[in-house]
């Protein structure tokens, strides 16, 4: 199958596993006709589905600030960032203004071009923040950096395609619009096989355990709506314990990156939960 590609360089994107994930996803059948991402990520299952109607959220207002600028106005999202990759510019310096921006800057065309930007260009396409709210990865070591113009505008296109409502918002909010025959895509950050660790990065406020169980308590009732959910995660007996409710697969994810440097194959789950399950 031929995989679009996202905008952004992205880690736990899900380009590379696209063509095994695609299958746990109910496409073309008459009763599933709407597709909603809480975690929307860098839009990789979103690109390469065909539903009639989306939902898609997110809680790290950056990326959704970019999402909106691709559906509002491409061309001045497009010419904005292409100045900037065009330009030699210090990668601190841009992670300070992208950090200092006035807050009613936060959600300007400069602000969705810097973020871009930045994701390009800093460590592995790692979006960290820290406690503070800054953004705090550095800068990555690459020969070229790639603007990837096309893939900006294929992005766009596909937004303004199909009935669609964005969210800045956390999971819960988002799930809260599920019902019946809604296909639940969810992409959380992965746990790992310790009850106490926590990702702390992706947003300030961080998600961990706490808050793995309360997305699948929220899918759990939006199956009950007559949605079907499926999420991804890491494979490990924490994981499995959280999702004990749900059909749980297990599929070979390439490893992009990891704190020990060690890069084979991941295990990862793909966890289904139907209404008639329940």
Sequence with gaps: MRVEKSFLKWIGSKNRIIDQLLPYLPIGESHCTRLIEPFVGAGNVFINTNYQSYIIGDSNRDLMNVYVWLYDNLALLVNTAESLFNDNLDYYEVRHLFNNCQPFDRDSVEQAARFIWLMRHCFNGICRYNKSGKFNTPKGNYKKVYFPKQELINF???????????????????????????????????????????????????????????????????????????????????????????????????????????????????????PDML
């Design 156 to 274: 766009s296109n596909k937004l303004n395609s199909h009935e669609l409502l964005m969210l800045s918002v956390d999971f819960t909010e988002t799930l809260g619009y599920a019902d019946y025959g809604d296909v639940i895509y969810c992409d959380p950050p992965y746990l790992s096989a310790s009850e106490n660790d926590s990702f702390v990065g992706y947003t300030p406020g961080g998600f961990d355990f706490i808050g793995t169980i309360a997305l699948r308590d929220c899918l759990i009732k939006a199956v009950r709506k007559g949605a079907i959910a499926i999420v991804s995660n890491s494979d490990n007996a924490i994981t499995r314990d959280i999702f004990s409710d749900f059909e749980r697969y297990t599929i070979t994810a390439p490893r992009r990156v990891a704190a020990n440097g060690n890069r084979q194959p991941a295990k990862e789950l793909i966890c289904v939960l139907t």
